[in-house]
């Protein structure tokens, strides 16, 4: 069997997905506006402990608390108005504090430090529970990621106990806001395997879109991932967060979900990451998804 072959058959075996990637355009790097500014009319920007700064070396006092995993900076520009922030030593309730790299950020009590964004992804398995503690000591997808790095990260959003994929994990609290925030609207795409064949009617509704308890519910996109097959693997394509959106949509119809893998999630996919195993964003996936829209 030559290798052309042998992909067809691989594909065959764990199913095409191709039709949900969105193929990249032609053409060179995108531009950006003011890209010929001379630098005399706009600061220059340099890398500094993973983020960019002013080249005066200060950074926001919203972005230094982002930066140190407490929450994003539209939470922090709160935190510093209700006066719970100081810096060495005083109270700042002023938006738009500068503070330098050697300034004693402190927040409840404890000095925060800078640390360097990390961005990395986890193939996680069934059995897992998506939180950082557990009091009933069940195994956390924190046990799979713990000497992934020294900064303490945390899970972006929530897969329940028995659905596997895509998991993101970061100590950027911009990043994971914008990420998990319904307005933003997050594409995601799901392997679903039922426990019978989902008919042509069903089908329908779930393409058109239907009721559900708490609202009406239309995904984007939907297909069968075989075609000659039972049917009863079903590709679909949503950018709705709601709790178990995924489930409930086919349970609503009477049909059991038996195996649900997120294959995609704001366009970074499991590539590479066998289950249970992470890895570290590239430089590219983490630019895309800083381009996602505020």
């Not at 994003?72 to 330098?100: W, Y």
């Not at 990621?145 to 990260?153: L, Q, S, T």
């Not at 393409?207 to 609202?215: A, F, H, R, V, Y």
């Given at each position: 069997?030559?290798?052309?072959?042998?992909?067809?058959?691989?594909?065959?075996?764990?199913?095409?997905?191709?039709?949900?990637?969105?193929?990249?355009?032609?053409?060179?790097?995108?531009?950006?506006?003011?890209?010929?500014?001379?630098?005399?009319?706009?600061?220059?920007?340099?890398?500094?402990?993973?983020?960019?700064?002013?080249?005066?070396?200060?950074?926001?006092?919203?972005?230094?608390?982002?930066?140190?995993?407490?929450?994003?900076?539209?939470?922090?520009?709160?935190?510093?108005?209700?006066?719970?922030?100081?810096?060495?030593?005083?109270?700042?309730?002023?938006?738009?504090?500068?503070?330098?790299?050697?300034?004693?950020?402190?927040?409840?009590?404890?000095?925060?430090?800078?640390?360097?964004?990390?961005?990395?992804?986890?193939?996680?398995?069934?059995?897992?529970?998506?939180?950082?503690?557990?009091?009933?000591?069940?195994?956390?997808?924190?046990?799979?990621?713990?000497?992934?790095?020294?900064?303490?990260?945390?899970?972006?959003?929530?897969?329940d106990r028995g659905t596997t994929g895509v998991l993101l994990f970061?100590?950027?609290?911009?990043?994971?806001?914008?990420?998990?925030?319904?307005?933003?609207?997050?594409?995601?795409?799901?392997?679903?395997?039922?426990?019978?064949?989902?008919?042509?009617?069903?089908?329908?509704?779930?393409?058109?879109?239907?009721?559900?308890?708490?609202?009406?519910?239309?995904?984007?996109?939907?297909?069968?991932?075989?075609?000659?097959?039972?049917?009863?693997?079903?590709?679909?394509?949503?950018?709705?967060?709601?709790?178990?959106?995924?489930?409930?949509?086919?349970?609503?119809?009477?049909?059991?979900?038996?195996?649900?893998?997120?294959?995609?999630?704001?366009?970074?996919?499991?590539?590479?990451?066998?289950?249970?195993?992470?890895?570290?964003?590239?430089?590219?996936?983490?630019?895309?998804?800083?381009?996602?829209?505020?």
């Amino acid at each position: 069997m030559d290798k052309k072959q042998q992909g067809g058959e691989k594909r065959k075996r764990h199913g095409d997905y191709s039709s949900f990637y969105q193929k990249p355009k032609k053409g060179g790097k995108k531009k950006f506006s003011g890209a010929k500014e001379k630098k005399s009319e706009k600061p220059e920007k340099v890398r500094d402990g993973g983020y960019r700064r002013e080249d005066d070396g200060l950074i926001r006092l919203n972005k230094y608390l982002a930066d140190a995993g407490v929450c994003s900076r539209r939470e922090a520009d709160k935190l510093i108005a209700s006066g719970v922030v100081k810096v060495n030593g005083k109270t700042i309730t002023e938006l738009g504090t500068k503070v330098s790299p050697s300034d004693k950020v402190v927040y409840g009590g404890q000095a925060l430090r800078r640390e360097k964004l990390r961005y990395l992804v986890l193939n996680k398995p069934k059995d897992f529970i998506t939180t950082t503690d557990d009091p009933y000591e069940r195994k956390t997808v924190m046990g799979l990621v713990d000497k992934a790095c020294p900064e303490r990260i945390y899970p972006v959003g929530r897969l329940d106990r028995g659905t596997t994929g895509v998991l993101l994990f970061t100590n950027d609290g911009d990043m994971a806001k914008k990420l998990t925030h319904p307005r933003h609207g997050i594409r995601k795409i799901y392997h679903v395997v039922l426990n019978k064949q989902l008919t042509k009617a069903d089908f329908d509704k779930i393409s058109t879109g239907m009721e559900l308890d708490d609202g009406p519910i239309k995904v984007d996109k939907i297909s069968w991932i075989e075609e000659g097959k039972m049917k009863k693997e079903v590709g679909l394509e949503l950018h709705s967060g709601r709790n178990r959106i995924v489930r409930r949509i086919f349970e609503s119809l009477g049909y059991k979900v038996i195996r649900l893998d997120r294959v995609v999630f704001a366009g970074i996919t499991k590539k590479d990451t066998p289950r249970g195993k992470w890895r570290m964003l590239s430089d590219t996936e983490v630019n895309m998804l800083k381009r996602l829209p505020k």
